[in-house]
């Protein structure tokens, strides 16, 4: 039953961050073989998150690793001096794993953006990939000429599975084989658990990519075990659950209920006594077979999407390019 | 109060439908002054209502007039002969209108696409313009040439208030004082109380747009008394807010609870006995304050959007044109 | 006979400059009633160019009035901080012709973005609207509200005949008789005589939209004459007639031989005698009727459109909103 | 000099077709090695040419292998039954090359889709690749579930090196590498010698693509040589140089004449007795130092690239899968 549930969550949330949360219970303290640490400034929110341990991993149904989430809430507004200040903030971050992995200033990078460029909040990745600074053909043409602070970075958009036929994963580690990279980044659209977190939230994780996340449902991962050079996934929880907003909101109701008129017991019956989880597949026991149980997505998704875009480009072209410079990494993308 | 809660079903749902399921209670037996049939038949479900007094528009806040409401749940599947047969519906229901309302065969015909085309779940209005069979300019610039059986049709994408700055009602005012249309269609993208009708329903009112309605958020309608010519309103619930996902996932709960395990009060305590009404508010006045009541779409707008539009299209397009067959209308659209 | 070849010119160059350099004859001099000054700066290269009466209006074929032509080669390689410095030349010129006009700082403009947004080199217009900073609706709702430097203004696409069945001056004369503004802005594509200034070349006139000008051969024009109020147009070459292609490249031909190898009589024959005029009409006998007098426009056509569609945006924005800065137009454009 | 020339062409011309014209001299009958035979049916005229030997491949710069080129001047016109025609013959011809190619009714194929989405006249492949019907994953995950008359079909878009940094063949080659194909079909769109084939004109051959080809201008090819599986290559015209249309009119100035009037020596003075190759080497000679030498596409670019991407996707879904009929291939494609 445990890893059924697990499993559950693995396909609900992406978000190291939400599965912590999940895991959580009132009064029991922290998670064995979790650390957690999280700073907030002028709107940006980093949580710095480290799986330890295989306790800890089972405890939260993620990898053992390291999981950055930067919550920025005020994103939706449209608000480019914001969002400047994001991808400043997520080049340094990102900087710290290439550091921590022992990436060299020199080591060649391909950054995969997954997802499918039709499908708006599947579009996250293929849109990255488009702003990307690629640079590999130049040191493969004429190594001579490159200026010195950049290093090979080649990005492709491998499709889904419904388009090409092919699993991305397959696409990629033949790409990798023929251009032989160091290191991948995998860019990728999430679902979520909770709404308030959609194209609002980026997770970077040195996990690489697993089979069964994302919004396209990958039946294989991009793995350091299975592509042989480590992987990191940059996410984005592009879409959530119907069943899961509602589930949030009884949990908000509740406390919401509880701070202002009393007894919860009183007012959701035994609803109150139920656990998160079954009550989620309460909700879902419902939603579900009536074909309700939607994924879904913020009405303004077209534009949301293009700002996280370039927000993720900006800071990955001036992680990778020393040359570039964190403090306006913004003009190196459209 | 009253008035309050008829204000925000009118923002929560522009389907006439979906108005007159919220007025009606158990054992009430039927709302005076509203007449109301449903027909279901090979996967379309047809509701041809009709406001016939004061007392019905009060009862269900919504105008006086005849209201359409075709649901396809079976849309969503991409299913492209279905989507055939659901042209063929809308065109012969679509000219049920033009007759009540006396629109001779070769009335003058402005078809106004309201919507942002910058924002997918609102696009719905410019894309239907798009794949219109324009033929007023052929009758202007060459009358003795046009074929038998076709009607001098326009088409205009307004824009929205946050593009233009002007008003979209205002703009079709200006362009149907030049261009003197007989009759006015126009098409929006609508707010649905339920997330299974958004981009499944198609409902056609000869009450034009009214303020407040769609999307947009108009502050000024299109309608008979500010144009001087009829306004039949074709609408599309492609957005819901995220509380009546709540508020209906309540209902359905407590219905299969009732269903299967017995007493609801024990389950949900006061949650219960608090009217529909009620309830939404208390999910409004939880999630409004955190930001988490937006609008959402599910994740395949793009492709649910473009399916429809050519489904109006080829609707209208066979409607209008009496040398369009309504048997193959889906040839005239892309 | 003269007439039909002003005709043909204004079919086939809406450029003033290009129409002065037709009309002149080596060793004829200046064209009485024709003042032009040109200056280059930078890469910049800018033609004021003045038709002062009728005599110089019949000399070139345009209306009497002012011209700016401001051409940038550069403008094809993408370098972004040539574009700054072109959009903000725009709008210094650009404020000249409000000066001259009395335009007045708080005076209400509509922008008038021209063409079809499905055709690529058609949509310079509809781009360039979708990026002016609209501001009529915050004068209209909440007059006190509006910061200081700013002034009332709206935009409008009005798409072109062949997808909405009215003429493009007639939608602009509805939306303008609603919303009463001082003066219009009207953006359209134009056809080149020349490869070299396609995508390179921006005009600014006081003369309005005529007749028969642009890509999409407008039948009724956008004047001071038909709207009561003064047009100002801009208008930017996206297309080239194959057949000015050839003419052109014979008359470099010409030059360039008679600079290496000595009698052009010998090298061309007859054809080195003809008129200009009468040489393009050969090559139109010749391509016309296989058709292959296609309207071309380069390779690059998207990237080049958005780029000036930026930049015309950014130069309106600075020169209509004072509190906008000239120095950093770019700002507040996507 | 010779083989300048040759790679000029190559350059200049995909089109086996038009490098077979070039090759050719009045008076001096059929070119040894070269076959080649034009049936010319309802607007659709189709050449079979086959280049037999080392003696053909040298005469006229194209290697040995079969070609069939389609040519429709009205596709141009937007007629869908016409294109309805061409998608039928397209899938005859392609048929003709499987059989010859020995290619089983069951064999692995993977359809790319060469090319810049980005840029539309080069974004043909990927546009071709987005309409066709994959399969490959049925097979891969329940084998047993396929409907007969199916084999495996897979696609993908590899994208330009500009964009990814890596060769597309690089690509192509990794995801064969994994997904082991039994024959790759390349689309690419192609630089013309003729504005009138530019997106009128479909080539097939069974030579695959080749170092230099297409409008990327690939460094590396895709052939049998390099990917150990027969590669069929798809070109489509999609622009012209400024050169050749130039050059091409001379010629059809000539022809005009001649047949008009009487003597080209004196009208065309030296002109008249270049070699086409000569004097297409004169007119870049004068156009490419003043940066005019430019590729261009039609002002209509967006919509026949539309056109022609659906009906070589049609022609190929029919082609591939018996199951689908080639009566009616169009509704397998948007």
Chains 1, 2, 3, 4 share one sequence.
Not at 20 to 44: F, Y
Not at 163 to 187: F, H
Not at 199 to 209: K, S, V, W
């Amino acid at each position: 039953m445990k890893e059924l549930d697990l499993e559950l969550y693995n396909v609900r949330t992406d978000l190291a961050l939400e599965a912590k949360e999940l895991a959580e219970r009132p009064g029991m303290g922290a998670i064995p073989g979790i650390l957690s640490d999280t700073t907030d400034e002028d709107g940006i929110k980093v949580t710095v998150l480290q799986v330890q341990n295989e306790q800890g991993s089972q405890a939260i149904g993620k990898m053992i690793g390291h999981y950055v989430t930067i919550e920025v809430p005020g994103l939706r507004s449209g608000d480019t001096e914001l969002q400047d200040r994001v991808a400043t903030q997520f080049a340094k971050h990102f900087e710290s794993f290439l550091e921590r992995l022992n990436i060299s200033k020199t080591a060649r990078v391909l950054v995969v953006g997954l997802g499918n460029w039709n499908v708006t909040p599947d579009a996250l990745g293929p849109l990255v990939v488009e702003n990307i600074m690629v640079t590999r053909h130049f040191f493969e043409l004429m190594p001579d000429q490159v200026a010195p602070g950049y290093r090979p970075v080649s990005a492709v958009a491998p499709g889904v599975l419904g388009i090409t036929g092919i699993e991305s994963s397959e696409i990629v580690q033949g790409i990798a084989e023929q251009s032989k990279p160091d290191l991948i980044i995998a860019i990728d659209a999430l679902a979520s658990k909770a709404l308030e977190r959609v194209n609002t939230t980026i997770q970077i994780a040195d996990t690489g990519i697993h089979p069964g996340s994302g919004i396209g449902n990958k039946r294989k991962g991009l793995t350091k075990d299975i592509l042989g050079i480590p992987v990191i996934a940059i996410g984005v929880p592009t879409v959530v659950y119907a069943s899961t907003i509602v589930n949030n909101t009884f949990e908000m109701m509740r406390n919401h209920l509880e701070a202002h008129k009393g007894d919860p017991n009183q007012i959701f019956g035994l609803l109150n006594q139920m656990e998160d989880n079954e009550r989620l597949q309460l909700v879902r026991e419902v939603l579900s077979p009536l074909g309700h149980d939607l994924l879904v997505t913020p009405k303004e998704v077209d534009q949301f999407i293009e700002d996280i875009a370039n927000i993720i480009a900006s800071g990955l072209n001036a992680s990778l390019h020393q040359a570039i410079d964190t403090d306006n990494v913004a003009a190196y993308t459209h």
